[in-house]
């Protein structure tokens, strides 16, 4: 059970601090939180302070959401102290003493949620994103590699009044680190707003994988080309939805390995046109070695796609929730093989089963729903 602060009536305002948040042309940053918030407007008065992006300082309303963006560019060591102080000043002075204080990621946002709570006297959540106690030093990922970030983020965790996990796999990974409390710790995962499409004409020589990712070490697509080498089926063609640093690398990994000509690299697109992919697949792969829920998993079983996933984040559970995919170890090109074997030998039955599971998927991560549990979860804190 959540902590209960006596005497307290229930919540009608947050003032959530963010490293980032869409701008007012709608530019994209992390579809899942923003669109939770904008949700939540519908239950109690949301204001947020974004530390780093957009870039230029701001301050507009975004789908009923109060924002002031603060343009920090600089993420050095002492830049990052000053950018808490900032947002925690900006905060106190420009907005009416909020409810209660939440920050998303357990980093910057979420010290200078503790911080204005401890001076406010008021409640201070902290939403964590998964990186944080991350340790992964092979792909150079988590922030836990860091002596300095680490000891950061426990002072956040230890004097947040709530820490939020978005998937039971990360509320177990943050009891096994033993970095909070079992009696602090709650899961209310941020929700998707599910989308139709009209399926496309299919190919019946062609089957078509799709993977939504950044091209980061982190999304594992490097196992993912190996996995498609191994398979050795001249059907299976991958769509890859994305960009970053490492599409130059992947590119050359795939033509190596011989599959070039069945990938297809799409680059970036905005988030509400991912949808439109979905209508050329056949189903969805996703070997992340780390999430904190795995939205892009989410949204593809809540479009009726099977689904391969690492067992990481929220796939686990959405993928045994439904039947419609198969679960692998984040770290074994074989099982990735193996697994897009299966799907694709028995494609229809895996297909039938996803669909029929769309519904629960799009009931459990509603964005709606998920944005009432959180409002119910924040008035009665």
């Not at 009696?183 to 995962?189: A, G, I, K, N, Y």
């Not at 689904?307 to 099982?335: F, K």
Request: net charge positive; proline share 7%; charged share 20%.
């Amino acid at each position: 059970m959540p902590p209960v602060f006596p005497d307290s009536p229930p919540h009608r305002s947050v003032l959530v601090f963010t490293p980032g948040f869409p701008g007012p042309d709608d530019s994209w940053f992390a579809p899942p939180v923003s669109e939770t918030l904008a949700a939540l407007t519908s239950a109690m008065s949301v204001s947020v302070v974004s530390l780093y992006y957009p870039r230029i300082k701001q301050t507009y309303l975004w789908r009923g959401v109060q924002v002031t963006a603060l343009g920090n560019h600089d993420t050095t060591r002492a830049a990052r102290k000053a950018a808490v102080i900032s947002a925690v000043r900006h905060a106190l002075s420009v907005y009416p003493r909020p409810d209660l204080f939440m920050g998303v990621w357990a980093t910057e946002p979420g010290m200078a949620a503790v911080v204005a709570g401890k001076l406010c006297r008021r409640p201070a959540v902290v939403y964590v994103a998964g990186g944080e106690v991350a340790r992964l030093p092979h792909i150079n990922y988590g922030d836990s590699r860091h002596w300095d970030r680490k000891w950061w983020i426990r002072r956040v965790l230890a004097n947040a009044d709530l820490v939020v996990a978005p998937s039971l796999w990360l509320c177990d990974r943050l009891r096994l680190e033993r970095a909070v409390e079992t009696s602090r710790l709650v899961l209310s995962p941020w929700g998707i707003v599910p989308r139709d499409f009209v399926g496309a004409p299919r190919n019946i020589n062609t089957i078509t994988l799709l993977t939504v990712a950044a091209l980061l070490p982190v999304k594992g697509l490097e196992l993912l080309l190996d996995a498609v080498a191994q398979v050795q089926d001249p059907r299976v063609r991958l769509l890859c939805v994305g960009d970053g640093p490492c599409r130059m690398s992947l590119a050359h990994r795939a033509r190596r390995l011989g599959i070039g000509d069945r990938i297809e690299w799409v680059g970036w697109v905005p988030h509400n046109r991912v949808s439109d992919y979905y209508a050329t697949a056949d189903g969805f792969v996703h070997p992340s070695f780390w999430e904190a829920q795995g939205v892009a998993v989410l949204e593809a079983m809540a479009a009726g796609l099977p689904t391969i996933a690492t067992n990481v984040g929220a796939a686990p559970e959405a993928i045994g929730l439904t039947g419609g995919g198969l679960v692998v170890r984040p770290d074994s090109v074989e099982e990735l093989a193996m697994a897009i074997r299966t799907m694709v030998n028995h494609l229809e039955t895996f297909k039938s089963l996803a669909r029929e599971g769309r519904e629960m998927i799009r009931s459990r991560w509603d964005v709606r729903v998920r944005a009432e549990q959180l409002a119910d979860l924040l008035r009665n804190l």
